[in-house]
């Protein structure tokens, strides 16, 4: 990120944001933006196109009009990528290069076991956002000799093809997700 | 004196020509020893670190494991909450698992490591797959279960939608070539046969009526290409004022000119990589495999393949490989179904002039987009479709065999010998493990076993 804002205008970001949820505080680098607010507003981004793609394009063509399946095995089946695979191709391309931040979409409850709870801050993460419905959860942890400025957001169930699709995957372990559930969490890592 | 001055000049000249084999640290793998003379393909200027392995590796491999949708690539492994894996096995590096120079430590495909390293990181799949429970590491690649990168056509679901295909699907149909119809639409140009009084080479230059009469025959007449589209030199550096001259012996950037995508993927296959990387070409004494010993002074080239003037591919597509390659495989072939499927077609039994050769096989005609363009084109780039051998799973075999069929014949050594001359003998236990969760499934079963 080189994008640095004044000292003053990200005093008033934090102050609008507001420190709502469980946080441990970490130093912004001198002159430069918070991770904090850097990683609130990347899940801003995250989650808006998150949640456009999985109302207005999946649940709309799917559910609605019913003119496509969506599948996760989209380009066999030629169809529609589920939500949480577009997610994560985005975060695999973002690892491919040099963008000095990580997302993750995680969960307690994982139709794919990779992706569950693996380190201390997302166990404790994961749970805090399940346990206290519409907060975040920001920490720093070490990982591979580095520090990071960790941050768990809740990913909650928007549309009926998320509940139906992940209550009847074989390898669910939860098949009673309902709208408005929080399904599981997404992790941004900043170094710092 | 003298000695010393020889010996300087013996390794000034090992140091700096294409000849480096005294300073190999030990035998390259059977993918890379075509270009070993040429220490900075993979090594760069200065045998960096790993980071410029990487890069090399990459500028080689991109595209192939992009086209098989690695099922671990780089980007699953920067992800910080990998870490922990990354210090066991760093798998954000191919040379962690690809280390050249190991004689005695290599095994197929390059693999340096030991069999077990699929365990490192999924040591507990029985927790979520308790059908695993006490298959051994040895197990995870038998009998086209898993593959490290390419698993296109071994997924659980995949599987399950193939299960019930017969040995031989209803219609048994190789892709046909489009690239008439592809040429044509492009220029009209290409849709003037051409006649022997056609012929345009320059004064000064005497074409034989053999030639020109295989000339003639060939697709290139038929599709309004004269002699000199292929005879005159290519204007590399574009530069407006450069006189063309004739060449007697055109090379692949000829062929380039029109057939792009063949020559590149001839560039990247163990035939053209030399060429690629500014080598002389191979010649087939240069071969691991078993080549017959009255072609070893042959070299590859498109030419050596297509044949000059007559460009003849049903030519190239099986006497072109067997005029070399001496393995039991190819000397098999002949003796084979899929020979007999072959002549078959030729004598007009089959509506398709597409049928089963060498080429058709391991260089495949297989579908891509240009411009919009749906193109069907042989790729010349073996590599695709070559190890693991399910590689050639879903481009290949599937045209004609049940998904089954195909992976246990594939799993079963003897019958690649015979050139698939009998039935497997191996069962792939995948279809059945997958079938049962799939049952489960339908039932409402499946629960996650903690």
């Not at chain 1, 066999?76 to 990528?81: G, H, M």
């Not at chain 2, 197990?139 to 997924?155: E, F, M, P, S, V």
């Not at chain 2, 031989?168 to 046969?193: C, H, Q, W």
């Not at chain 2, 006497?319 to 077609?345: E, G, I, M, P, V």
Request: aromatic share 8%; charged share 30%; with cysteine.
């Amino acid at each position: 990120m080189k994008t640095r804002l004044s000292l003053a205008s990200v005093s008033v970001v934090i102050a609008a944001l507001g420190m709502t949820a469980c946080t441990k505080e970490s130093a912004a680098p001198s002159g430069g933006i918070e991770p904090k607010t850097m990683s609130d507003a990347l899940h801003a981004v995250l989650v808006a196109d998150r949640t456009v793609y999985t109302k207005n394009v999946v649940n709309r063509l799917v559910k609605e009009d019913k003119v496509i399946k969506a599948s996760e095995q989209w380009k066999d089946d030629k169809a529609l990528p589920l939500p949480a695979q577009m997610f994560r191709y985005g975060s695999e391309i973002v690892a491919e290069g040099d963008s000095n931040f990580s997302y993750s979409l995680l969960s307690l409850w994982p139709i794919n076991d990779q992706n569950n709870a693996k380190t201390e801050a997302e166990k404790t993460g994961l749970k805090y956002i399940f346990d206290n419905p519409g907060q975040n959860f920001y920490t720093e942890e070490s990982l591979g000799g580095t520090t990071y400025f960790t941050a768990v957001y809740p990913d909650v169930a928007v549309a009926p093809v998320c509940v139906s699709c992940h209550n009847n995957h074989k390898d669910t372990p939860k098949k009673d997700f309902k709208i408005g559930d929080v399904m599981g969490g997404v992790v941004i890592r900043i170094p710092i | 004196m003298t000695f010393t001055i020889a010996m300087a000049m013996y390794y000034f000249n090992a140091l700096t020509g294409d000849e480096k084999n005294d300073f190999l640290p030990g035998n390259t793998s059977d993918g890379h020893y075509q270009i070993e003379n040429k220490c900075d393909t993979c090594h760069g200027d200065g045998f960096d670190d790993r980071e410029t392995l990487q890069k090399s590796c990459v500028r080689c491999h991109k595209q192939e494991l992009k086209m098989i949708e690695d099922s671990h690539p780089k980007s699953k492994f920067t992800n910080p909450r990998n870490a922990d894996r990354i210090k066991i096995l760093d798998a954000r590096y191919c040379v962690t698992c690809h280390v050249e120079h190991k004689t005695g430590k290599t095994r197929a495909m390059g693999v340096s490591l030991p069999e077990d390293y699929c365990f490192l990181c999924h040591e507990n799949v029985e927790k979520k797959r308790p059908s695993h429970k006490g298959m051994g590491y040895e197990t995870c690649d038998d009998a086209g279960c898993h593959n490290y990168h390419d698993n296109k056509a071994l997924y659980e679901e995949f599987l399950v939608k193939h299960n019930d295909e017969d040995k031989y699907l209803p219609e048994m149909k190789l892709p046909v070539k489009n690239i008439k119809a592809v040429f044509r639409g492009r220029d009209e140009k290409f849709t003037k046969s051409l006649s022997i009084a056609d012929i345009d080479s320059p004064r000064g230059v005497v074409v034989s009526q053999k030639i020109s009469y295989q000339w003639h025959a060939s697709s290139h007449s038929k599709s309004g290409v004269n002699c000199q589209e292929c005879h005159l030199s290519v204007n590399e550096k574009k530069n407006v004022n450069e006189k063309k001259e004739w060449l007697f012996k055109p090379n692949y950037k000829h062929c380039e000119k029109c057939h792009l995508q063949e020559t590149k993927g001839f560039l990247q296959s163990r035939h053209g990589m030399r060429l690629a990387e500014g080598l002389p070409a191979m010649q087939v004494k240069d071969a691991r495999l078993k080549m017959h010993e009255s072609a070893k002074d042959k070299v590859l080239n498109c030419q050596s393949c297509h044949s000059d003037h007559s460009f003849n591919t049903e030519k190239a597509a099986i006497d072109s490989c067997l005029s070399c390659h001496a393995d039991d495989h190819s000397n098999a072939y002949k003796k084979s179904k899929h020979y007999r499927a072959f002549l078959s077609s030729m004598n007009g039994k089959d509506d398709s002039k597409e049928s089963v050769t060498c080429a058709g096989c391991h260089l495949p005609r297989v579908a891509s987009q240009e411009d919009g363009v749906k193109r069907i084109l042989v790729d010349h780039n073996q590599n695709n479709y070559l190890r693991p051998n399910e590689k050639m799973i879903r481009s290949v075999c599937m045209n004609c065999h049940g998904l089954k069929f195909s992976l246990e014949s594939l799993a079963d050594r003897k019958l690649i010998l015979n050139n698939f001359t009998g039935e497997p003998s191996i069962e792939n236990k995948g279809f059945a493990l997958a079938m049962e969760r799939e049952a489960l499934k339908r039932k409402g079963l499946i629960k996650e076993k903690n």
